[in-house]
């Protein structure tokens, strides 16, 4: 049963700015860091970036180091994407999950994706 819901997506021109949000059920997150991924058209899901279930650690793909800034809210089992300085590189469906560090990167721990919600920036 997939109970991640990926929000707050659009279309924008290159340089604005966009926040998505993630929600989930307090089991979903507990105790987890939680990552946004992306993917392309053609291409595979990346790492976006990850936050520990504190919040205290955040974690960022060299991409969108410096534009991008995640968050996350407990009490409302909410994740948050801020994204600055758009580029049209940026355009993807952008999605969530709980994530863990394994092998050199994070990646996702979760049996279904949510439906993700689409990013796209014009330049």
């Known amino acids: 049963q997939v109970d991640l819901a990926e929000s707050g997506g659009g279309s924008v021109q290159a340089g604005d700015s966009l926040r998505i949000s993630c929600a989930a059920s307090?089991?979903?997150?507990?105790?987890?860091?939680t990552g946004w991924f992306r993917q392309a058209p053609g291409k595979d899901r990346e790492f976006v970036s990850a936050i520990s279930w504190s919040g205290s650690s955040t974690y960022y793909a060299d991409s969108v180091k410096g534009r991008f800034t995640i968050s996350r809210d407990n009490g409302k089992n909410t994740v948050y994407l801020q994204m600055n300085s758009l580029k049209a590189e940026d355009t993807a469906v952008y999605y969530c999950?709980?994530?863990?560090?394994?092998?050199?990167?994070?990646?996702?721990?979760?049996?279904?994706w949510g439906q993700g919600t689409q990013v796209t920036v014009s330049s």
């Open positions: 999950a709980p994530t863990a560090w394994s092998g050199g990167t994070w990646r996702p721990i979760v049996r279904s």
């Open positions: 307090t089991r979903t997150f507990s105790g987890n860091p």
